[in-house]
T-cell receptor, first 114, second 110 residues
Framework: NAGVMQNPRHLVRRRGQEARLRCSPV?????VYWYRQLPEEGLKFMVY????????ESGMPKERFSAEFPKEGPSILRIQQVVRGDSAAYFC????????????FGSGTQLSVL | GIQVEQSPPDLILQEGANSTLRCNFS?????LQWFHQNPWGQLINLFY???GTKQNGRLSATTVATERYSLLYISSSQTTDSGVYFC????????????FGRGTSLIVHP
């Protein structure tokens, strides 16, 4: 059984470039969450998606950030015109469905902005 | 939003020692999970425990929902237990988004 797969594991971008982070949930899971983690801090919620729908994006900055979870293919977190403050670990988690289901996390993508 | 407080923030143990980690939350919850983030960053789900007590090997967890806290017990700690332990809660009636505490950083020395 494949768990949550995230790629790339490490991503280096220069200021102003675009970053695309990919997440393939556990097979059969239809709910995806994206979290951001800064050093020495907990995980901050960004966005919650179901297939083809954004359920809650209250934790995502209004500008430059977007997320999708298409009917086919992985979920994508896209950051346009990256700035140094975007440097962080981005984690994706999936669950089978609501309510009250266990979360399974990927290994994360470490984004470094030069 | 709901507040999640974890204590202690840092913990250092000798191998073989026991420990208790605490998670307090500010509102009623209908879901609580404990996670272990290992030194390589991987997050592992330890327990899904909205109430009651569960055990898994040397780890056990108890949630007292009416008093708004959960405890994670680690017995006979091993160096591989090192890492950060997070609890995450969900409020009822919300959009099922787990809110994380800041974690307890555990170091187990051989």
């Amino acid at each position: 059984n494949a768990g949550v797969m995230q790629n790339p594991r490490h991503l280096v971008r220069r200021r102003g470039q675009e970053a695309r982070l990919r997440c393939s949930p556990v097979k059969g899971h239809s709910h995806v969450y994206w979290y951001r983690q800064l050093p020495e801090e907990g995980l901050k919620f960004m966005v919650y998606l179901q297939k083809e729908n954004i359920i809650d994006e209250s934790g995502m900055p209004k500008e430059r950030f977007s997320a999708e979870f298409p009917k086919e293919g992985p979920s994508i977190l896209r950051i346009q015109q990256v700035v140094r403050g975007d440097s962080a670990a981005y984690f994706c988690a999936s669950s089978p469905g609501q309510p009250n289901e266990k979360l399974f996390f990927g290994s994360g993508t470490q984004l470094s902005v030069l | 939003g709901i507040q999640v407080e974890q204590s202690p923030p840092d913990l250092i143990l000798q191998e073989g020692a026991n420990s208790t980690l605490r998670c307090n939350f500010s509102d009623s919850v209908n879901n609580l999970q404990w996670f272990h983030q290992n030194p390589w960053g991987q997050l592992i789900n330890l327990f899904y425990i909205p109430s009651g007590t569960k055990q898994n090997g040397r780890l056990s967890a108890t949630t007292v929902a009416t008093e708004r806290y959960s405890l994670l017990y680690i017995s006979s700690s091993q160096t591989t237990d090192s890492g950060v332990y997070f609890c995450a809660v969900e409020k009822p009636g919300g959009s099922y988004i787990p809110t994380f505490g800041r974690g307890t950083s555990l170091i187990v020395h051989p």
